[in-house]
């Protein structure tokens, strides 16, 4: 995801997005990418998963306050209802995000 498509995908839809916020350089974020691919599976489509590059959207960074990564933020009806930082597993990951859905 973009700066440039964000808006578009939080505010213009019904569906929770949950995304998750890390950097090419971050190895617990490199660690849970398989992870949260197989959460994508397991979620979608009641639910849609994004990413956001926080060394190349690092307005998007700044406007969510991110300050560890891997972060997990949950968006719901335009707002963020919920966010966790830290990597997590497939199970953890979707447990968390239909707990706060």
Known sequence: MTA??????????DIPLLVDFWAAWCGPCRMMAPAFAQAAGLL????????????AQTDLSEQFQIRSIP??????????????????TTQDIVRWAKSHA
């Not at 440039?4 to 839809?13: E, G, I, L, T």
């Not at 979608?44 to 060394?55: S, V």
């Not at 972060?71 to 997590?88: N, P, S």
């Open 71 to 88: 972060t997990l933020i949950l968006f719901k009806d335009g707002r963020e209802v919920a966010r966790q930082a830290g990597a997590m």
């Open 44 to 55: 979608e489509p009641t639910m849609r998963l994004g990413k956001i590059d926080t060394e």
């Open 4 to 13: 440039a498509n964000f808006d578009k995908h939080v505010r213009r839809s």
